[in-house]
């Protein structure tokens, strides 16, 4: 198995296995759905434990990341694996007044899923933009950032996007009758995230290892 599919397999595991751990805790401390609510004193103490969960997952996906790639600057990956949680969290803060009011939006011009597609695709392109820069500039790929950075955030949006178009067709509709019961919103997010973690990690392995110096460790 390559080095690209590898990390491609374990990014999910270790971005979205932290995010759940510490989302699992923030939850039950928030006593309900993240984004379900605007009250800042629930808000908060949940963030903390997610933003944990995230930093965790974040840092041991950055140490992997740089490993994959043929570096052997394994802490400043695992700082920059710190920024993904950290831009990731901040987004999600950011779109949950957003979310709140597309729930209870009406008379919109556009479909519910429509907005969704996007508020939600865009932002998935900041946040593995930001973290491809990050990681070029802490493995010390000079001169390769933005380009890292471009090509890694259009796969990761492209991939969500994809996604979120395939379970539309498969009747996974955000703000379709019942969709509320059905946590549609939340499991579209989730699986349009998984699959852009996933080009992530790929992508980002990709455009590591042809702009390193050295060749990329095989990892067994």
């Known amino acids: 198995m390559s080095n690209t599919l590898k990390i491609a397999i374990l990014s999910p595991v270790c971005q979205l296995g932290g995010m759940f751990a510490g989302g699992a805790i923030g939850t039950f401390v928030h006593g309900a759905l993240p984004g379900h609510t605007l009250d800042l004193g629930r808000i908060l103490p949940a963030a903390f434990f997610a933003l944990f969960g995230l930093l965790a997952g974040g840092a041991l996906w950055g140490m992997l990341i740089a490993r994959f790639s043929g570096s052997s600057e394994t802490r400043r990956g695992a700082g920059a694996g710190a920024i993904w949680a950290i831009s990731a969290l901040a987004i999600a803060l950011a779109l949950t007044p957003i979310e709140v009011a597309l729930v209870e939006q009406a008379g919109s011009p556009l479909p519910l899923r429509n907005l969704f597609t996007l508020l939600f695709v865009p932002a998935v392109f900041i946040v593995c933009f930001v973290t491809a820069w990050t990681m070029s500039v802490a493995l010390r790929r000079r001169g390769r950032e933005a380009r890292n950075a471009l090509l890694t955030g259009?796969?990761?949006?492209?991939?969500?996007?994809?996604?979120?178009?395939?379970?539309?067709?498969?009747?996974?509709?955000?703000?379709?009758?019942?969709?509320a019961e059905r946590f549609t919103m939340l499991t579209v997010a989730f699986g349009g995230c998984l699959a852009a973690s996933a080009a992530l990690g790929g992508a980002l392995q990709i455009a590591l290892s042809r702009s390193g110096a050295s060749a990329p460790i095989a990892v067994r």
């Open 154 to 179: 259009l796969a990761c949006a492209g991939a969500f996007l994809v996604v979120n178009i395939l379970m539309d067709a498969l009747g996974w509709q955000v703000g379709a009758p019942r969709a």
